[in-house]
């Protein structure tokens, strides 16, 4: 009986050494992730540079799916349920949700670019160096945090390649105190993404630029009168165009991914209304030098200025992080490489939108919570 026991151990370490030895060798002949994903986006859209995929099958179940299959429906990938078991139940949840396929025309957005300084603003760029910890800087047009490294082109071990979160669409408004518009339309961008652009960074611009992102927007019209604030999906690369509409207290999920210098993908997803829609991105350029979780109010009105932040009182974030060289990132950084940003109002005297951050426990490490504050909550601010 011993020497049977033991013929049959054998017989399973033997099985198991061709089965390990036939996985190994079948993901050294599967194409790399990046191929896999540019090749099945297929599909134009209407969008320059923007490509979808197949709408996969009615019955098509995400959570069991190969990944190949995953790929070839513009799925993110399957996260490591062992070795990241929180992004792996985000992403489980998300994709048992996963129901609907939007696949509708596409509307670019012109107010995409970097903030400037608006005309005769006395603000100055505001950093605070900390001798441990996050950098702080005030910004224009945007509020947030950036969790960085120091690469200057892309690279495949170390570059930040994912950024993901679960968020929920706040109601945009008017500030309390105005009962009628005092500028342009209201905005609020609400997003997660790879490489958007600050002056901590050292690119010297004002204001944030994006970069391959992905997300949703609320605007309130003005005047009012043209009608009700209205609410859709984002994504992009340097600029946004708009996707399928949201409803405020809809739960969000983005998954954000880069592919390399030239190419990647943004997911986004209604988990509230099961629907979502992916996009394979042109990039030029892309580095994998951030990644970050954003509130911003765009640029430009017609007076080249940055459009006055809509009132949501409070943006949260959740489920969030970010991965590059193989290793987490999380919003919740204590790093001296994590950037914090606050933002200000086109006077640079009031503080408009900031953000609050843990560092410890699951909701410290991966939860964010942005507030509208001064001008902007209440009162209305003036150039």
């Known amino acids: 009986m011993h020497t049977q026991e033991k013929l049959q151990k054998l017989a399973v370490l033997v099985i198991m050494g061709s089965l390990l030895g036939l996985t190994t060798r079948a993901a050294a002949e599967s194409p790399s992730a990046s191929a896999l994903y540019s090749s099945a986006a297929n599909v134009p859209t209407n969008v320059s540079g923007v490509f979808t995929y197949a709408e996969p099958p009615a019955d098509f179940n995400p959570v069991t799916a190969t990944d190949e299959e995953l790929a070839t429906y513009g799925f993110p990938p399957r996260p490591d349920k062992q070795a990241d078991p929180d992004h792996y139940a985000v992403w489980e949840r998300a994709m048992k949700a996963a129901k609907i396929r939007w696949n ?6 012109p107010d995409a670019g970097q903030g400037t300084i608006p005309t005769g603003s006395s603000l100055l760029p505001d950093v605070v160096h900390a001798d441990t910890g996050p950098v702080f800087w005030a910004d224009v047009n945007a509020s947030g945090v950036i969790v960085s490294n120091k690469q200057s082109s892309w690279n495949s071990k170390n570059s930040y390649d994912l950024v993901y979160a679960l968020s929920t669409v706040p109601t945009a408004e008017l ?11 209201y905005k609020t961008f609400i997003f997660v993404g790879i490489d958007s652009s600050v002056p901590a960074l050292g690119n010297n611009l004002f204001g944030l630029n994006p970069g391959l992102q992905g997300g949703f927007y609320g605007v309130v019209p003005c005047p009012t009168s043209s009608g009700a604030p209205f609410y859709f999906a984002e994504f992009g690369w340097q600029s946004f165009s708009r996707g399928f509409a949201v409803n405020p207290g809809d739960v969000i999920f983005t998954d954000v991914e880069a592919f390399g210098p030239t190419s990647g993908e943004a997911y986004i997803e209604d988990i509230t209304a099961a629907t979502g829609a992916a996009y394979s991105i042109t990039t030029s350029g892309l580095v994998g030098q951030n990644a ?3 509130v911003m109010r765009p640029c430009c009105t017609s007076s080249d200025e940055t459009y006055p932040l809509a009132d949501t009182t409070s943006v ?5 992080a970010g991965t ?3 290793s987490t990132s999380n ?3 204590q790093a001296t490489s994590t950037i914090i940003l606050t933002m200000k109002d086109d006077g640079g005297d ?4 900031t953000v609050n951050q843990g560092s410890g426990g699951y909701e410290g490490l991966h939860s964010l919570y942005f507030t509208t504050t001064e001008c902007a909550w209440y009162g209305g601010c003036t150039p």
Do not use: V
Request: overall charge negative; aromatic content about 8%; hydrophobic content about 30%.
């Open 292 to 294: 970050g979780w954003l």
């Open 175 to 185: 500030p309390i105190a105005n009962s009628t518009c005092t500028a342009n339309d």
């Open 104 to 109: 509708g025309e596409l509307k670019p957005l």
């Open 331 to 333: 919003p919740g950084s």
């Open 324 to 326: 590059g060289g193989g």
């Open 350 to 353: 009031q503080t408009i939108e």
């Open 316 to 320: 949260f974030f959740n489920g969030s």
